[in-house]
């Protein structure tokens, strides 16, 4: 008879399955000298489900998934639109040239961050 014992992971398919954790966060990315501001958003736990609504009117909001991601790797956001990412990370990168607001809503799993790997590559930092 075998005891093997499952548990919150990584690759544990029940660990998505169940209902998230809501995770919400607002900000406010002041581009005014012309730079790129940049908020970095971590979860206190992976998340599976992540919304991003662009609150300002007529600024567009970037999403990306390393501090270093290239403009052809970041989804933009119009403003007043939002959008819905199903994957899992331990963190967010919000970005935009000129003043934009935001409010983030996650669905976090019981998942620890320390068992999440870096994301890099071809389509984050390639």
Do not use: W
């Not at 998230?20 to 900000?27: E, F, H, I, S, W």
């Amino acid at each position: 008879m075998s005891s093997t014992v499952y548990g919150v992971g990584l690759r544990n398919v029940g660990s998505y399955q169940v209902a998230g954790r809501p995770y919400c966060a607002t900000g406010s990315l002041d581009g005014s000298d012309g730079l790129s501001g940049i908020d970095t958003i971590t979860f206190p736990q992976v998340a599976k489900e992540i919304v991003v609504l662009n609150l300002s009117g007529s600024n567009d909001l970037s999403v990306h998934f390393a501090s270093n991601s290239p403009d052809g790797n970041k989804f933009t956001i119009a403003g007043g639109e939002q959008q819905t990412f199903k994957l899992k990370c331990k963190e967010i990168y919000l970005s935009a040239s000129a003043g934009t607001d935001y409010t983030l809503y996650a669905s976090l799993t019981q998942i620890s961050t320390g068992s999440m790997y870096a994301l890099t590559g071809v389509g984050i930092t390639e």
